[in-house]
């Protein structure tokens, strides 16, 4: 093809891009799918050899006139050249390209069934069944090259098929029942059918065992990809907490609380799978998992939480109750002089009932400080607005309970 | 749980199960400083505990649910056979009693050991002298119920309970299946972190009442109907 060269006029949008990742050190011809008209190849060209495009489709195009030696070239290359990922640069070709091009390769056919013809003495009842049959093999390959996408999904996937196998079909036929006599036909028909039966007969264990291994190598790939996501994060998380821990081996608080958080984090991501809906909503048992989180990290308050009846959503009410928690807790943290303290949450389908309670100093609740009258109120103001009820019960030097219970009709 | 009643003479002798070292020596140092606590001898696998358990003859097996080859759940059914309902007559005890020790937060495994036999499950970040009221409490015949364990098994008599939308299902055995309102009541109060001293007072009953309870209500768990938890277990993993 060294008469390409006169025009090597290197394309802005042809620059040499990063290769993907895997790709080999020499260069290698690959059709760009994203920068098709038919299949890629052309673009593919293009880009290895780094030329324009709509040159090397119009030397595709003169080459189809020789005979069809283009559409040769085209048909070889597109089965023997593997599609290539896609690329930043090789944009999706606009309408006026794709036109241009569609026209080119109609222009590139014609020249080279009528080449043929020439040079032949074919008559057109020959040309135009391998033309029909021609386009309509295209337009299934078309559909199922690369990406891995075998099934049709859209309309338009199930047309295209449908259209080609039509095309293959009916140029077949009209080629068989132009050549051969009906009759002399019956007897090489049922050979064929017979042959056919048996080959499918004995390539079933072949293909069953394909399938297996193709299935096995699947399943090692996932088993793969999940260990590699496990020791990611593993070594994000748990790895990196270690060190931390080590670093601060003589700072106990530090190091108690590193290792809560990360106990946490842990136990989420292995059990964590009933924190969230399907949809998508936190459930109760989530968000429960996340207050007590947030007042651990920010008080080193240590809370043992218990849910029951917690996978459902949080809701509006929910969200009002486990507020008030969340207050109750700072409280907990801020006044009751212990570092830890017990939550217990309950949904029976009725109720949603919380209690946050705690060892500490207690008080007593008729000669509340202003400061903790206030939070007593906050944490009062949430629920009860919403028709839930509270109650404080506190001893001094035995620690205080706080019991708050929201009906959940009309959620 | 500081009020477990004291032990009549002898020293609970405890035999530790655990496929870590580190924790089982962790352990062996927490309960050493422990008044009526022995440990007797530690295992690192299933089949190290069930020759160990057999040879040695504690009175008290703490036991790890996860480990390989099968887990807690292996060593109490080698040991205690397929009924656990025999453990809960500690008068017939020539087996020892077990109490679940664990990291483990899913709650269908804490379930699956308890209904093979275990009288207790505690965290394993529970205190040395927290532990030993336990081990001393299990050695008594009592439950020992943790907030969380009560948490789970309330959980799994609410879910397994036939709900509304199918009353179609044949009920089977109430007397089992259910517990009662009292019982709920200790169970919510274990769950919301009270002693069983507390809930004593809390109740207008005696300890020895809420011991009761404690126990009637493992026991439950342990006989009731394998259909109803299995569908527990199940509507947890689809949820």
């Known amino acids: 093809m060294a008469y390409m060269s006169e025009d090597t006029v290197e394309h802005p949008a042809r620059t040499p891009v990063a290769r993907p990742v895997g790709a080999r050190w020499y260069p290698t011809l690959d059709r760009i799918p994203d920068g098709a008209v038919v299949a890629g190849v052309c673009a593919g060209l293009a880009d290895h050899l780094g030329v324009r495009v709509t040159s090397v489709r119009l030397a595709m195009v003169l080459l189809a006139t020789l005979s069809g030696a283009g559409v040769l070239l085209y048909a070889a290359l597109w089965a023997l050249t593997p599609s290539g990922a896609a690329r930043e640069g090789a944009a999706a070709p606009d309408g006026r390209e794709r036109r241009r091009g569609m026209a080119l390769a109609a222009v590139g056919l014609a020249g080279s069934v009528l080449s043929i013809m020439l040079t032949t003495a074919t008559g057109l009842n020959v040309m135009v069944p391998v033309l029909v049959v021609a386009l309509g093999a295209g337009l299934v390959w078309q559909q199922y090259d690369g990406g891995g996408r075998v099934a049709p999904r859209s309309v338009v996937d199930w047309a295209r098929v449908t259209a080609g196998a039509t095309l293959v079909v009916v140029g077949l036929a009209v080629v068989v029942l132009g050549q051969v006599e009906f009759a002399a036909l019956r007897s090489s028909l049922l050979a064929v059918l017979v042959t056919l039966v048996g080959v499918v007969l004995l390539s079933i264990p072949v293909g069953l065992r394909l399938w297996r291994s193709l299935e096995e190598e699947r399943a090692a790939r996932i088993r793969e990809a999940e260990r590699s996501e496990i020791a990611s994060h593993l070594h994000d998380s748990v790895l990196q907490t270690l060190a931390l821990i080590q670093k601060r081996s003589d700072e106990p608080g530090q190091v108690l609380r590193l290792a809560r958080r990360q106990e946490r984090e842990l136990r989420q991501w292995l059990f964590g799978a009933g924190s969230r809906m399907s949809s998508g909503a936190t459930t109760v048992a989530g968000a429960v998992e996340v207050i007590a989180g947030d007042v651990e990290d920010a008080y080193g308050l240590r809370v043992d939480q218990v849910v029951v009846g917690g996978d459902g959503p949080v809701g509006e009410v929910g969200e009002a109750v486990l507020g008030a928690v969340r207050e109750a807790l700072v409280n907990v943290a801020k006044h009751a002089g212990v570092d830890t303290a017990d939550v217990f949450v309950e949904n029976d389908g009725r109720v949603l009932s919380a209690f946050v309670r705690d060892r500490g100093c207690g008080f007593d609740p008729e000669a509340v400080d202003g400061d903790r009258h206030g939070l007593a109120r906050s944490i009062r103001h949430r629920v009860e607005s919403r028709g839930g009820t509270v109650a404080v019960r506190s001893t001094l030097g035995r620690g205080t309970e706080i019991r708050i219970e929201m009906p959940l009709e009309g959620e | 749980m500081t009020d477990a009643p004291e032990v009549d003479g002898r020293a609970s002798r405890v035999f530790l199960v655990d496929d870590h070292a580190v924790f089982r020596s962790g352990v062996r140092a927490e309960l050493a400083g422990q008044a009526g606590v022995e440990v007797v001898g530690e295992a690192g696998s299933v089949a190290e505990a069930i020759a160990g358990i057999g040879r040695v003859r504690p009175d008290v097996v703490l036991l790890d649910v996860h480990m390989p080859d099968g887990g807690g759940v292996a060593v109490l059914r080698s040991v205690l056979g397929s009924d656990p309902g025999r453990v809960a007559e500690p008068a017939r005890a020539p087996e020892p009693t077990f109490l679940a020790l664990s990291v483990s937060d899913a709650a269908e495994d804490v379930i699956a050991v308890i209904r093979a036999g275990a009288r207790g499950y505690v965290t394993k970040t529970i205190s040395g002298d927290e532990l030993a009221d336990a081990v001393r409490r299990v050695a008594d015949g009592d439950a020992v119920f943790s ?71 493992l026991r439950k768990t342990q006989q009731s109907n394998r259909h109803a938890l299995t569908r527990w277990a199940q509507s947890r993993h689809l949820d």
């Open chain 2, 147 to 217: 907030p969380r364990l009560a948490g789970f098994v309330l959980d799994a008599f609410a879910r397994a309970a036939p709900g509304p939308e199918d009353r179609g299902e044949p009920v089977h055995d109430p007397e089992v299946d259910s517990l009662t309102p009292r019982e709920k009541e200790v169970l919510r109060l274990l769950a919301r972190g009270y002693t069983y001293r507390e809930i004593a007072e809390e109740l207008f009953i005696s300890v020895k009442t809420v011991e009761t309870h404690a126990s009637n209500v």
